[in-house]
């Protein structure tokens, strides 16, 4: 039946002209099938840079990643396999509050983190990712003389705080299922697994990333563990990223921090979504055209400072 539903998606994508994008935190199903698995980032070059001969993308991810994807390229069509796959953390500004914050610091510059709406993206300077927001926040510090507007993730606007000791004001919003990943819980599976190196998500709280040997991205984190010496180690982000890692390095050994660590969001798309959205193209997502020409500056801006002009 599943074999039948995986063909089924296959030949469906051809006659669609499609690609399926896919997030390191989709479950294992999706990532096998999908033509391409990545960060946020890898995800967003991926989508300004599609063949001329696709004509859609199905993305999954949760909205925001979607919604970056028809920024990127709004001549194709962007297909989501949920499209109430939301991220709460997305959803803890409005671009009310952004523009009040932006009144009370008129010559700050803005750097958004990805998870953010097309609304508040429109409204920044320039956006982020996990894997180069310390290499953006030094560009927007060096372009101005004021502090830097950080939204809206908490966490990781501190960590680039406390690594480049810019002066940033910093939203206080978080993401759920990393935020509540407790140092306990690191420490503890550290006992179990004493030669284990601990990978963390800068989405993580400051006293849990404290404790980490190394503080990556999603892809920053799978760089890391083919190229380490190191047998064990233990993950502290969403669970989604643990089954690739084992399956890129078989011979070596990955431990979930925490049972916490599952993206409730991340979970809802599955093959029967993404065979329903192939069929039908449907759930599309637009963006409109004003706030989607201004979100894409800020995305090409990030873009360009990260070595890719798309
Ligand atoms: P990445 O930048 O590793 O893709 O992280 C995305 C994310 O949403 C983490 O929760």
New binding site residues.
């Given amino acids: 039946m599943e074999d039948l539903l995986r063909r089924e998606i296959i030949r469906l994508k051809e006659v669609r002209k499609a690609v399926i994008l896919a ?3 989709q479950i294992d199903e999706i990532q096998d099938i999908a033509d391409f698995t ?6 967003a070059r991926r989508a300004a840079d599609l063949a001329d001969s696709l004509e859609a993308v199905v993305f999954c991810g ?1 909205y925001f ?1 979607a919604e970056t994807a028809a920024i990127l390229n709004p001549s194709k069509k962007i297909v989501i396999p949920d499209e109430t796959a939301g ?1 709460p ?1 997305s959803d803890m500004i409005t671009a009310d509050d952004l523009r009040k914050l932006k009144e009370k610091y008129p010559s700050s510059p803005v750097v958004c983190y ?2 953010s709406s097309a609304q508040i993206k429109a409204l920044s300077d320039v956006c982020c ?3 180069n927001a310390e290499r953006v926040v030094k560009y927007a510090a060096s372009s101005a003389r004021s502090p830097v507007i950080f939204v809206p993730d908490r966490n990781l606007g501190d960590w680039v705080r406390r690594r480049t000791g810019i002066d940033m004001i910093i939203w206080d919003g978080f ?1 759920p ?2 935020d509540r990943v407790l140092p306990d819980e690191i420490l503890s599976a550290r006992a179990a697994h004493p030669s284990a190196k601990v990978l963390a ?1 800068p ?1 993580c709280r400051a006293a849990a990333l404290d404790i980490a040997d190394e503080v ?6 799978l760089k890391i563990a083919a190229a380490s010496s190191a047998t064990e180690f233990i993950i502290a ?2 669970s989604g990223l643990v089954w690739r890692l084992k399956k890129e390095n078989p011979s070596k050994r990955f431990y979930s921090a925490s049972p916490k660590l599952i ?1 409730p969001n991340m979970k809802k798309n599955d093959l029967h979504k993404l065979h329903r959205a192939l069929e039908s193209l449907e759930p599309e997502v637009r963006v409109p055209e004003d706030i989607r020409a201004r979100a894409h500056a800020a995305i090409k801006k990030m873009l360009s400072i990260d070595g890719s002009g798309k």
């Fill in positions: 997030h390191n935190y990545g960060d946020s980032l890898e995800l949760v990643m991220c953390l990805v998870n990712t996990s894997s993401c299922t990393h998500h989405e990556a991205s999603t892809s920053g984190m982000t969403e993206c």
